[in-house]
Structures are given as structure tokens and as C-alpha cells.
């Protein structure tokens, strides 16, 4: 599970630079070897999030980057968590076989209503007290300011790095982040990705003309029915008008005939 519905791309000159927050960029990194090998009796801490997770057969993760916001995100990232739990289980195979799931949102957006920028979910009674960990949510905003000296923020500097200067900026001691900026330095260096960061910015951008095409006849079509209904009413206060004319005026679609 691992998506990006949008993307933005670095400025700033650097032509060649693909920002973490390119879906193909996205995809590419999160499914290298490096991120997500598995070690017998070894914690690998997905991202170096000080998550504390062991990747062996006692848990699993989604990571998915997002850059806007989504009518009913809670509800949907729930679906997505839940689906992922029960994809274990199959027929006949008892509960035991249920392994923790986390999902991990980046987001490029403020969602959580505090300072922080890396909040964790799990299930609490109203004390505090976990029922169980099987359940982990942790939301990671990009776009709030930074403090203290975890390692999620490297990342996120990582995530909002625009230019090859941002990435020397970063003086991590993390070897998932070092392999990871040595990853994205190579992303952007091949023509076959850039590639396909310039067709999907095209089809982005294309997408967004219709869009607004769309928009801009709704609107026309909007001003035309709402002078249409101008044109009605002020019959009515002059007079009756007939059902057969009202009919008439509604129907007309050229603006400049409706204004005379």
C-alpha cells in the first residue's frame, strides 16, 4: 500500500531534480531493498521513525504520501488499516495468524489540530490504558515547523528538499536517510524517470485545463440560466406569460439574444 495521488516537483533552477513528493519517486524509494529488509530478532525501524517496529513476521506497514486533503481521509486511512489487517487471515486459519499493521501518512498538509508534526494513534481506553497495539496510525505533516532532534525530521526535510543544496543540508546520521538521499540523487539523474515525471507533470497539467474548461462552461451555463430566469420573471411583472414562452426563454442558450 503504498500511493501518491498528486505530486509537485522541485524548482529553484535544479531542472533535474525529482522531489520525494513525485509519486514515481515515491514508489521507486519505498520499494528498495534497503527500506524494507527483514532481520531474524532485529528491530528495522521503518524510515528510521524510531517506530520500534520489528518487520519480521510480527508486523506489517503501508506508507502513503499525500499532498491534498481528502473528503473523509480518517475514514478511508481506517478502511485501507483495517483491509490490511484482515488480508492475513484466510479461510479456516485461526486469529492467531493476525499480524500488527501500521500505516504511515505523509502528509503535505496540516491535519492534526496541534504543533506536532509526527502524531501517533492506537487503541486507548479513556484512561490511557492500550487495549492492543495490533493498531498503529502515525499521520506525519510536512508543512509544520520542525523542532527537537528526531529523526522523522530529517525526513521530512528530506520530503520538502526542492534542490540537490536542500539535500546537502541534511547532516543525518541515519543510514535509511543516507541510502535514501543517495537513491534520490540517482532518481534524478535517469531519463527514463525524469521521463515519467514529465509525462505525469503533462497529464497533471492537462488534467487541470480540463478541469477549468469544464469550470468555465459551467459558469457560462450558469450565467445563461440565471439570465434566462431574469428574463421570465420580468415578463411576469409585467404581465402573464405563457407557459410556451417561458419554455422558450429557458431554452435559449446564446447569451447576446437573451441580453436584447
Not at 489487517?85 to 489540530?113: A, E, M, P
Request: charged share 35%.
Amino acid at each position: 500500500m503504498c500511493n501518491t495521488l498528486f505530486f509537485s516537483c522541485g524548482t529553484g533552477g535544479n531542472m533535474n531534480f525529482i522531489s520525494l513528493k513525485n509519486d514515481y519517486a515515491f514508489r521507486e524509494l519505498f520499494t528498495q531493498p534497503f527500506l524494507w529488509k527483514r532481520y531474524r530478532m532485529q528491530k528495522m525501524g521503518i524510515m528510521d521513525l524510531a517506530l520500534d517496529i520489528k518487520l519480521s513476521e510480527e508486523a506489517k506497514a503501508g506508507i502513503e504520501m499525500q499532498v491534498r486533503v481528502q473528503k473523509n481521509w480518517t475514514k478511508r486511512t481506517l478502511f485501507y488499516l483495517a483491509k490490511m489487517y484482515t488480508d492475513d487471515l484466510r479461510t479456516g486459519q485461526d486469529y492467531g495468524k493476525l499480524r500488527k499493521c501500521i500505516s504511515i501518512s505523509i502528509l503535505d498538509f496540516n491535519l492534526v489540530d496541534s504543533e506536532k508534526y509526527h502524531t501517533i494513534y492506537r487503541l486507548r481506553d479513556e484512561n490511557g490504558k492500550d487495549l492492543t497495539d495490533l493498531f498503529e496510525v502515525h499521520i506525519i505533516e510536512l508543512r509544520k515547523k520542525l523542532y527537537g532532534t528526531e529523526l522523522v525530521n530529517d525526513w521530512i526535510r528530506l520530503f520538502n528538499a526542492e534542490s540537490e543544496e536542500d539535500l546537502k543540508m541534511i547532516k543525518s546520521k541515519s543510514t535509511g536517510i543516507s541510502e535514501a538521499i543517495k537513491e534520490l540523487r540517482t532518481m534524478s539523474l535517469g531519463k527514463t524517470l525524469r521521463y515519467m515525471h514529465e509525462e505525469h507533470l503533462k497529464a497533471v497539467r492537462d488534467r487541470r485545463a480540463e478541469d477549468e474548461y469544464v469550470r468555465d462552461i459551467g459558469k457560462a451555463e450558469g450565467k445563461i440560466e440565471g439570465k434566462a430566469e431574469a428574463v421570465v420573471q420580468l415578463l411576469k411583472d409585467l404581465g402573464d406569460v405563457s407557459a410556451e414562452l417561458s419554455e422558450k426563454i429557458m431554452a435559449e442558450k446564446d447569451l447576446y439574444t437573451l441580453e436584447r
